[in-house]
């Protein structure tokens, strides 16, 4: 599986954007970028995917460079309760095939009141 | 409300005594899918299902079973459990296509 790379903790300021990056170089033509999060004591939420056009939806937006090789999800006003580890997956869909996530490790993000 | 229902929440287990932890989705959904996630370890899948009666592992099926009889339904299934099977298991559900997963709240397993 195509693997991505993310810092493990990023630190923003309450109402501030937040720009959470993902490194995918090995990612293959099939590969959707997916995002999800994970607030504590809870399961993971899904919160955004792209394939190549950046996307937009009521949580967040997700910059996909034209490359595709890393992306950005970007959180506008970020509230205390956007506190989570974020992880950047790739889920390769091609039809009636295998199908997961495979979870890496996430971005712990850490919001400043 | 469209959702993932895992039951039970939390449960305490002897070592061999058979148990089952269901989910269940309300959407219709074709793939559904139950994860484990253990510190230092993250989530790891352990099977898969992309419709009735089709199941496949995951990366870490051993000591595990389970059924896809009916769309909505996917139990987890533990014939022997052992220690090491203390976890926090998740269920999830996604539609055939371009969807996202949608995450049940968890269910944290103790075998003693």
């Known amino acids: 599986d195509a693997k991505t790379t993310q810092p493990n903790s990023m630190e923003s300021n309450e109402e501030e954007p937040v720009h959470l990056p993902c490194n995918h170089s090995?990612?293959?033509?099939?590969?959707?970028i997916h995002w999800y999060r994970q607030l504590p004591s809870q399961g993971p939420e899904y919160v955004i995917h792209?394939?190549?056009s950046n996307v937009n939806n009521r949580m967040a937006s997700l910059a996909i460079a034209e490359d595709r090789k890393s992306s950005t999800l970007i959180l506008h006003r970020a509230t205390l309760r956007d506190a989570a580890v974020y992880y950047c997956i790739l889920r390769d869909f091609q039809g009636g095939g295998a199908d997961g996530l495979t979870f890496g490790k996430g971005t712990h993000l850490i919001i400043q009141p | 409300e469209a959702q993932v229902t895992q039951n039970p929440r939390y449960l305490i287990t002897v070592t061999g005594k058979k148990l089952t932890v269901t989910c269940s989705q309300n959407m219709n959904h074709e793939y559904m899918s139950w994860y484990r996630q253990d510190p230092g370890l993250g989530l790891r899948q352990i099977y898969y299902?992309?419709?009735?009666?089709?199941?496949d592992k995951g990366d870490v099926p051993e000591g595990y079973k389970v059924s896809r009889k009916e769309k909505r339904n996917f139990p987890l299934i533990l014939e022997s459990p052992s220690p090491n099977q203390t976890s926090l298991y998740f269920c999830a559900s996604s539609a055939l296509g371009d969807y996202g997963y949608t995450f049940g709240s968890g269910t944290r397993l103790t075998v003693v």
């Open positions: 090995t990612i293959s033509g099939t590969d959707y």
């Open positions: 792209g394939l190549t």
């Open positions: 299902s992309m419709n009735v009666e089709v199941t």
